[in-house]
């Protein structure tokens, strides 16, 4: 099934790329969580083909119609409103929800699709049609014997994130309002170009919680920089190198970092469903992932126990080499995971490849409106599925052990 | 989660009685199989308020639009349209889809809500609102702290049933492909009415399967009827016992017997999650149900064994008291169930409750345009919900062992 | 998988009936909970074969070893030892626990067995055995392409129930302590004869808790009386019956009510995953059940409205046909159902059957060391299923919003 | 819940370090399958501590007892027995599986500790107990509210990977007698010190399938080295390396290339349930781990799609950049993953810390027979959790249409 998530707080997404509409429900949201459509709609335009100069000139507005799970009884329905061509053409638009108060019951979501020149896809229709490199359309199509939709991709496409992206937006409402939780990303490396900076740099580790303040400067920073990097200089050169590269027809991989502040501690089972296990699994399973790392990752290899274990005071841990998480339980440091990407597969040069049925073709991709950098635009969905995950685990340790002041309705004698 | 099936061929569903919309996603659904919209709306339309005299006198069009899963090459997005007002006028409007081939990807599918007159529910509003006798009122109340949706019971309503219909309805044209297996039900009870009629009464047990023509018979017998009961005089006595009770302001109960025709044999896991316990749960888990048989289900009790046991021949079981299921795997004779439903919560008459405050009132409710008899609409759920399970389990077998032909892509050398 | 229950509070098993050992696994017990080992010993002796003069003769002492999840620094490995002949034979045995605190990681409990007179299945052995009509025989042979133990039905026997029991266990202490939930059941019915005696008739119902004496005194009258049935009366003649039958090689089937006093209010989940169709799902799914009811059952199908919704007034609902459940959550009222179980499908009397090849035959059961009713043994399961569910749904509500008092680890500062 | 893999074919465990046994159940093998004892010991030798001179000194000799699970007509019960305290001293002892065939019933296995010396963890004890730098000792303690085990960590000590190592012995007998595939893992890094060799380079990739005769002879050097390394001089250097820091008292990280040759292509579904997530997640999830990488993990990052995607030509993909999974799909190339183990938390070193009340310490380990460096054991985990994955992918793959011959019992007529 296609859930991300759970088995409390979870998302379900459906539609493909060229679909008439990605289709997303959100399941568990605790009821009394406050949520406007504005807030999702912002975490959404940073996900959005053609929200930064280095994405793919697609252009989708990727407006959010929010259908269900949400009350409240007044400016419940001014949301952006939907006509129907089977009803009678004086009957009055179906407004939706512009937001309200969660009930515990699912929420329900739908971005449109207006993008859908599926006339861009006959080059890889059926079993003469090409294999791009990289892709899944090779295993996609005779997994499903021959019955997969060749337009972007169909469903293996990025736009599928949307429904990671709003089932992320709520996880996310959710844990600031609680503990105070922000999640976010910054791009570390693009091709061979690294980054100096960090954003667990910018804090003093073991030194209690982070401010309100200098969170929404680092995210002002993030925002205004010229890719969603934390330095401006980074930011800059790392532009620079994509615009080269899309010229060349080729493409490059990129590193980002992402990283929960403030995470509430005692968070996440042990072993087999840990939240690191969740975690390496939901961001390391994202498209285009080769690598996923926790604390100091890779470099732990090298270390020596006395130079990796975080020594402890009685304010907290003196270090994060851990990454937030001990034995799958959150600590209080910040939850930090870092993230390698490939390069974008779907690149102008000419290729060695196949048809579906085998035979050995030399493929040029015949358009090419894509991302020459995935790194652009994949923050936004690694922090929304680290909110998913962190969301999740929170209501598992409330589960932990049942409070009976829950549990009362009539007056007991 | 609200998910129903599972964990191969599930349904999810969200949205709430006067919400915009009724969002509907189905997980699992094998690649190739060809689905007309057409197909879906038939069997909605057997849900549909309104859609009998017996029913609600609401009115819903339950127009499904399918915005995700298909795929052709032509007549794809033949489907109804939908303009939305964040567009521009000029824009075109967004075709859905009329249909295609499944690609093993989620389908989902949408049904926009036009009734909202939500002011008749400032009875049930807040804490000094009433509590309905019957309903969920209170305790969802209490549940959620006080953040519940009022209208028309939120998502607790029947309507939201609609998601059952559509799983379903993709899992009955999958089975019926596979197996010519039909799914049909009758309504055997209403108040202390019985019927002297059964489904499985008109075709004769062990004597392999049962032919289309026999089936497709019956399927219009049931359409034709005044209720969707296998009687004519059953189905006319009893649509005049209702008339009679919705004057005098009460309701009625009723029993369904719900029938597979044809089921695939050696279908159905054992023990903790047997396709009995798993019918058991989903046909006795619907709204308003309090009995779910299997079999000769509650007679067995009085039997001995030596009456019970269906002698077995070559050709087959000779009876049905096992109700097709033995140690919760399927026998290949008709899946046999009869579900009861207590009367319609929902009635005219005064009764004695509680606001969600707990103060003591005499209630009687401002309005009722509701079903005095949940059983004239409740069958076509029961069927999509034995589908559902069915389809699931049918899955799961199919996985018993690998298949290694099944395992191919480039030639082995 | 074979798990019961779940996501939160489950149960696994594995082991068939003339294995070594079954084998159980709790998962998502909270962590702090006293167990002694006798406390779930107590009520596996009540499932135990032979417990009763009217169960099958044979004999098992059904010792429970627990072997995982318990701690506590004294009395903690005081349980019985085991000594395995792999290790030198001077070496000490291998204590386990005699109980101690849950720690929130899973408990796992081993019934070991020593009946295992496997010749006694040659009748039934490969594609020339014969089926026993009634059993699962047929279908798993064919399901498992012939590779099924045929050695007491393998893992379909009733021997499985050790692990349901063996959860069930784990749940009662801590709903007990907890919110003073016990879960009683008795039998109503045996064959054509009923009981006119319920367990909701010994308690004024709508007047707020039961108290802890009277429940106790129900308690004893039920394991003091012939069978497990509240009426001495009905408990003797039910017993005289089952002799009877049991002479003339024939079985009976039995009803059983099965209820929990003093549940927690507000628990279960809506629609999909309601607690009732989790309760229908279990209580009905277990072996031989044919049928299952929740309050007032299928009678309320011949009632009115008017007549069936119970009264609600300040101090409770003035009535239980709803059984304990509206619109899936618990109202405070005993939770309350009724299961009908076929007669025992093994008989001594010739029935009509089949080899598994399909070959017709006479068939005659070898040997018969069988329960004649299996009513007599089944209500401990029930309970412990109800428990188990009811377990998971508390845990469930209890998940339905964060309390940040319980993520705090370090001061804030 | 502790569970593995699914939701077809997993592994659930139970039991602590030095509680009296671990206990598993493996869920879902398929029917017919030919399993040994021998066997599945031979896998749970390579895990034991003692099995090599670089691992902890604490001896285990693992015996496995198989409980449940298997049948056969001969030979069943010529396992290892088991003597229990409460049987008369006469009975005879009872006797566990020697092998047998599946039934598609869960397996059951038992591995008894004898290595109980809890007295050494008197300094970890209570409120009061210090917290080992590097472990999940604090977090577990307060988010059970003290209710801990704290005998060699309890259940997040590494011999809860028995489970693992069970659950992936059944599912690599499977994939290997199915598709000739087999799991391998070498040790690529011991701190500082990098290994020139890997698996893959051995191999031709792009040219078909690999050898048995190959695949054997890797097997044996991987025996035969002084670590579990493909390399005998990085072997040697890197035990040299393993015993000075000992010596020192410090630890080491590791990393290790776990590689499943001739996987079945076409396995693994797309997005949120994709064979890549539950990769990343299974194997990045365990116990210590700090990096997972696909494929060319991070170097992909600073690599052009020029250079990253592999050419396909008619024989197969001609490079394994993208480590045998496109769009969360097996190609049929090798399935490559790198994964990075932190040092040892465990070091006879002083660190700073504090008690589970959060004093202030300096803090020394009172007993030290650890592993210096997880890695020289954690091998044989990381391939049988890649078993565990790839199976439950097989089996899904399979369920992904039904084959009509799989459903017939009687004769259609």
Same mark, same amino acid.
């Given at each position: 099934?296609?859930?991300?998530?759970?088995?409390?707080?979870?998302?379900?997404?459906?539609?493909?790329?060229?679909?008439?509409a990605?289709?997303?429900?959100?399941?568990?949201?605790?009821a009394?969580?406050?949520?406007?459509?504005d807030?999702?709609?912002?975490?959404?335009?940073?996900r959005?083909?053609?929200s930064?100069?280095?994405?793919?000139?697609?252009?989708?507005?990727?407006?959010?119609f929010?259908?269900g799970?949400?009350?409240?009884?007044?400016?419940?329905l001014?949301g952006?409103?939907?006509?129907?061509?089977?009803?009678?053409?004086?009957?009055?638009a179906?407004?939706?929800?512009?937001g309200?108060?969660?009930?515990?019951e699912?929420l329900?979501?739908?971005?449109?699709?207006? /993008?859908?020149? +599926?006339?861009?896809?006959d080059?890889?229709? %059926?079993?003469?049609g090409?294999?791009?490199p !990289?892709? *899944?359309? =090779?295993?996609?199509?005779?997994?499903s014997?021959?019955f997969?939709?060749?337009?972007?991709?169909g469903?293996?496409?990025?736009r599928?994130?949307?429904?990671?992206?709003i089932?992320?937006?709520?996880a996310?409402l959710?844990l600031?309002r609680?503990f105070?939780t922000?999640?976010v990303?910054?791009i570390?490396?693009v091709?061979?170009?690294k /980054?100096?900076? +960090?954003?667990?740099?910018?804090?003093?580790? %073991?030194r209690?919680r982070i401010?309100?303040? !200098?969170? *929404?400067? =680092?995210?002002?920073?993030l925002a205004?920089?010229?890719?969603?990097?934390c330095?401006?200089?980074?930011?800059?050169a790392?532009?620079?190198?994509?615009r080269d590269?899309?010229?060349?027809?080729?493409?490059?991989?990129?590193g980002?970092?992402?990283?929960?502040?403030?995470p509430?501690?005692l968070?996440?089972?042990?072993?087999y469903?840990?939240?690191?296990l969740?975690?390496?699994?939901?961001?390391g399973?994202?498209?285009?992932v080769?690598?996923?790392?926790m604390?100091s990752?890779?470099a732990?290899v090298?270390?020596?126990?006395s130079?990796?274990n975080?020594?402890i005071r009685?304010?907290?841990y003196?270090?994060?080499?851990?990454?937030g998480?001990?034995?799958?339980?959150?600590t209080?440091?910040?939850?930090s995971?870092?993230v390698?990407?490939?390069?974008?597969?779907?690149i102008?040069?000419?290729q060695?490849s196949v048809?579906k049925?085998l035979d050995?073709?030399d493929?040029?991709?015949k358009?090419?409106?894509?991302d020459?950098c995935?790194?652009?635009?994949a923050g936004i969905?690694?922090?929304?599925?680290?909110?998913?995950?962190?969301?999740?685990?929170?209501?598992?340790?409330?589960a932990?052990?049942?409070?009976?002041?829950?549990?009362?309705?009539?007056?007991?004698?």
């Amino acid at each position: 099934m296609e859930i991300l998530g759970g088995p409390l707080f979870a998302v379900a997404g459906a539609g493909e790329s060229h679909g008439p509409a990605v289709t997303t429900i959100v399941f568990g949201c605790p009821a009394g969580l406050e949520i406007e459509r504005d807030r999702i709609q912002a975490f959404l335009d940073r996900r959005r083909p053609g929200s930064s100069k280095h994405g793919t000139p697609r252009r989708e507005d990727d407006t959010v119609f929010l259908t269900g799970g949400l009350y409240r009884t007044e400016r419940l329905l001014d949301g952006p409103a939907i006509r129907l061509s089977v009803a009678a053409p004086d009957s009055p638009a179906l407004e939706t929800y512009s937001g309200g108060f969660t009930t515990g019951e699912p929420l329900s979501a739908l971005v449109f699709s207006r /993008s859908r020149k +599926s006339a861009h896809y006959d080059q890889l229709q %059926g079993l003469q049609g090409a294999v791009r490199p !990289g892709h *899944a359309d =090779l295993v996609k199509y005779h997994k499903s014997r021959g019955f997969t939709d060749v337009r972007g991709g169909g469903r293996s496409s990025y736009r599928s994130t949307i429904s990671d992206v709003i089932g992320g937006s709520v996880a996310r409402l959710y844990l600031q309002r609680k503990f105070g939780t922000v999640i976010v990303s910054s791009i570390c490396q693009v091709g061979e170009l690294k /980054s100096d900076h +960090s954003v667990l740099d910018r804090f003093a580790i %073991g030194r209690g919680r982070i401010s309100a303040e !200098g969170i *929404a400067e =680092l995210e002002r920073e993030l925002a205004d920089n010229e890719l969603h990097a934390c330095s401006t200089e980074f930011a800059s050169a790392a532009g620079r190198l994509i615009r080269d590269t899309r010229v060349r027809g080729d493409s490059l991989g990129a590193g980002i970092e992402v990283v929960a502040l403030n995470p509430p501690p005692l968070v996440g089972e042990p072993l087999y469903q840990s939240l690191k296990l969740r975690l390496m699994g939901s961001l390391g399973g994202l498209h285009a992932v080769q690598s996923c790392e926790m604390g100091s990752g890779w470099a732990s290899v090298g270390r020596r126990g006395s130079e990796h274990n975080d020594p402890i005071r009685a304010r907290g841990y003196q270090g994060n080499h851990h990454g937030g998480l001990l034995g799958g339980v959150t600590t209080g440091s910040p939850l930090s995971f870092r993230v390698g990407f490939k390069p974008t597969s779907s690149i102008a040069l000419p290729q060695q490849s196949v048809t579906k049925g085998l035979d050995e073709i030399d493929f040029q991709l015949k358009r090419g409106r894509h991302d020459p950098c995935v790194g652009v635009r994949a923050g936004i969905t690694l922090e929304s599925r680290m909110a998913i995950e962190l969301m999740n685990a929170v209501l598992m340790h409330q589960a932990g052990d049942a409070d009976t002041d829950r549990f009362r309705l009539f007056p007991e004698v």
